[in-house]
């Protein structure tokens, strides 16, 4: 009797042990809501990514998400109209759970765009003159019905010199001392969510922000690599994170290619 006692107060004591550590334990997520700091009332659909750890979601129609996070991990928000923010996750946050966000609304000034129309005279070799010719050559992005984006020239040899005395070398000076935020093409690739947002947006910002370069870097990165500048200018951003993707996985067969070559010759010698 005495040791079925002793075996009952063991486990009595271990289940109330997991019991605290499973109270205690840190959630892997943090809830908040979103308001408009004008309505004051909730924002649906508003863009959030995981910096750290490249995921993202939207809010819902009532304003509010849930999404993986760490204490000291940033939350990038961006909503059409509003100033994107980035908020800290912290402890606390994590603690006690549901937060309100205010996002505040931005005055847009429009520009004033002029519309020059062609100025067609009847003659057709004449009017022919006058229409723009695009050579860029158009592919579905997978995942994307009915979307199309510019090819590079599928010509081996102009894609291989251009890698080699382009794109290699100006990839390596944007991201060879920061292969982490190269990484984190893949991580941003396998995100449906960011994918999905990145489809929509045509400002770069959300790409800025997970890889930690300027809008310049971006439009050079991608013109370097062989993509025109109505590419660069029409491009969603999904597009944009594509071209690059595949121009660093271009980068990386010749970079091993050299090496192997230069393995070769050190062999020899």
């Known amino acids: 009797m005495r040791y079925l006692l002793a075996i009952i107060l063991c486990f009595t004591i271990v289940y109330s042990h997991s019991q605290d550590s499973t109270a205690t334990k840190t959630p892997e997520t943090v809830k908040g809501t979103i308001t408009s700091s004008t309505t004051e009332g909730p924002l649906s659909e508003v863009n959030i990514v995981n910096i750290n750890q490249v995921v993202g979601t939207a809010t819902d129609d009532d304003g509010k998400f849930e999404i993986k996070a760490k204490a000291n991990d940033t939350l990038h928000l961006s909503y059409l109209g509003y100033k994107s923010i980035k908020v800290r996750v912290t402890n606390d946050w994590l603690k006690f759970g549901n937060t309100e966000i205010v996002m505040t609304e931005l005055a847009l000034a429009l520009e004033e765009v002029t519309v020059k129309s062609l100025e067609l005279t009847g003659y057709l070799e004449v009017d022919m003159k006058q229409v723009p ?71 770069r910002e959300m790409l800025m922000v997970l890889l930690q370069v300027t809008k310049y870097d971006l439009d050079e990165i991608v013109n370097q690599c062989n993509y025109s500048v109505d590419f660069i200018n029409t491009a969603n951003d999904l597009q944009i994170l594509d071209a690059i993707s595949e121009c660093y996985e271009e980068y990386k067969v010749i970079q091993r290619s050299k090496e192997r070559k230069n393995k070769k010759k050190k062999n020899k010698a």
Do not use: C, H
Request: net charge positive.
């Open 133 to 203: 010719i695009r050579n860029n050559n158009q592919y579905r992005i997978s995942g994307l019905y009915g979307k199309a984006y510019e090819g590079r020239k599928t010509n081996v040899a102009t894609k291989v010199l251009g890698a080699i005395f382009n794109p290699a070398d100006f990839l390596y000076k944007m991201f060879g001392k920061k292969p982490n935020e190269m990484q984190k093409l893949k991580k941003i690739k396998e995100d449906d969510e960011i994918r999905n947002q990145l489809a929509k947006r045509f400002d």
